[in-house]
């Protein structure tokens, strides 16, 4: 961590943030990028942000997204579709890292996030409730339409997405030759952004049930139980 000023980033209070229902375990981090060349500055990106991460007591995981089928291109089983999903109910909180093309995110990203639906059998749903912090890089000048998209989606999803966000411009010659952010600006932002997501993290993951308890879903349900008693009288 040769960029990392390590005194600046003290240790997360987590006593401070964590709830009495609070799992324990480290904060469980899934690292999405959005290109496949071999040299992807997305990658690197969150390849930096998953090494502050890891410093800052989380456990991350990164997918690769080659050989990802299109969205309706393939059933749910195939195994990078059922690996993608997996991740996703795994994971307590994302990272989505992609480039912005014309203006918007890539296809490359916006096809990972197809794949995760907002529910699956068992009651299970894999993004609601979890945080979310979003970042882009830019072959020109400084530009957050990326990271914009990137927020309606997380809102979409029903995941806590985060104030802060990270934007670097002509990435290309911001990523030294070992594929690395010197110290600057735009690492101490995504220091900045990691560094918030864990706290939120640690603040919501004990707490999202409740959060995210809607009324709406209530009423269903109460309508259901009448129905079901309803049908018994008859």
Same mark, same amino acid.
């Given at each position: 961590m040769p960029a990392l000023v390590a005194q600046a980033l003290p240790t997360i209070d987590v006593d401070n943030l964590k709830s009495a229902d609070d799992p324990g375990h480290k904060p469980r981090i899934l690292m999405l990028y959005g290109s496949l060349r071999d040299v992807s500055y997305s990658r690197r990106a969150a390849e930096e942000a998953a090494r502050i991460l890891d410093y800052l007591g989380? @456990? %991350?995981r990164m997918f690769d997204p080659r050989g990802l089928p299109q969205p309706d291109g393939a059933e749910p089983d195939h195994p990078k579709v059922a690996e993608l999903r997996d991740l996703a109910v795994w994971a307590e909180g994302m990272v989505w890292s992609s480039p912005e093309r014309? !203006?918007?995110?890539?296809?490359?990203? $916006?096809?990972? #996030?197809?794949?995760? /639906?907002?529910?699956? $059998? !068992?009651? #299970?749903? /894999? %993004?609601?409730g979890k945080t979310l912090a979003v970042m882009q890089v830019s072959g020109g000048s400084q530009s957050f339409n990326?990271? &914009?998209?990137?927020? #309606?989606?997380g809102r979409w999803m029903r995941m806590i997405t985060i104030p802060n966000q990270s934007s670097i411009p002509k990435a290309w010659l911001e990523f030294d030759s070992e594929g690395r952010l010197p110290e600057g600006p735009f690492? &101490?932002? #995504?220091?900045?952004?990691? @560094? @918030?997501?864990?706290k939120f993290t640690w603040l919501t993951r004990g707490r999202s049930d409740y959060l995210v308890d809607r009324y709406s879903e209530r009423v269903e349900s109460a309508e259901d139980v009448h129905k079901r008693v309803s049908l018994k009288d008859v």
């Open positions: 989380c @456990e %991350t014309h !203006g918007a995110m890539t296809g490359i990203m $916006k096809s990972q #996030i197809d794949w995760l /639906p907002l529910s699956l $059998k !068992g009651g #299970i749903r /894999p %993004t609601q990326a990271v &914009n998209q990137m927020r #309606i989606l690492y &101490n932002r #995504i220091v900045d952004v990691m @560094e @918030e997501l864990v």
